[in-house]
C-alpha cells in the first residue's frame, strides 16, 4: 500500500515557476512509476508527465520544454518542475504510482493540489 501526498501548489502569475511533490509513505516509489496528471473545472483528467522506475520520461506536448518530471529516491519524492507557466496550466495536479506484481497493476492517488496561473 502507498500513500501519496502532493504539495507545492498555489498561485502564480503567468511566466511564473512552480515545482511540485509528490512524497509516498508505505513503499518504496523508486520501485513504482509515477505520473502527474491535471484536471481542470469541467475537463477530464489529462495526463502531463511520467517517470519509470529507471528514470525514463514522458510528456504531454502542451508542456513539453517546460515541465521536467524527476524522482528524488533518497527522500521518497518524485518532481514536477514547473516554468513558464501560462493560465491554460490552471488546474489541480496529482500524483499516481503504479507497480504491476504478477500480471496485476496496482495503482495509487494522491488528493491533489491546485494549480492556479493568473495575473
Known amino acids: 500500500q502507498v500513500q501519496l501526498v502532493e504539495s507545492g501548489g498555489g498561485l502564480v502569475q503567468p511566466g511564473g515557476s512552480l515545482r511540485l511533490s509528490c512524497a509516498a509513505s508505505g513503499s518504496i516509489l523508486s520501485t513504482y512509476y509515477v505520473a502527474w496528471y491535471r484536471q481542470s473545472f469541467g475537463s477530464e483528467r489529462e495526463l502531463v508527465a511520467t517517470i519509470t522506475s529507471g528514470g525514463s520520461t514522458n510528456y504531454a506536448d502542451s508542456v513539453k520544454g517546460r515541465f521536467t518530471i524527476s524522482r528524488d529516491n533518497a527522500k521518497n519524492r518524485v518532481y514536477l518542475q514547473m516554468n513558464s507557466l501560462r493560465p491554460e496550466d490552471t488546474a489541480v495536479y496529482f500524483c499516481?504510482?503504479?507497480?504491476?506484481?504478477?500480471?496485476?497493476?496496482?495503482?495509487?492517488w494522491g488528493q491533489g493540489t491546485q494549480v492556479t496561473v493568473s495575473s
Open positions: 499516481k504510482a503504479g507497480q504491476v506484481r504478477y500480471g496485476d497493476e496496482y495503482v495509487y
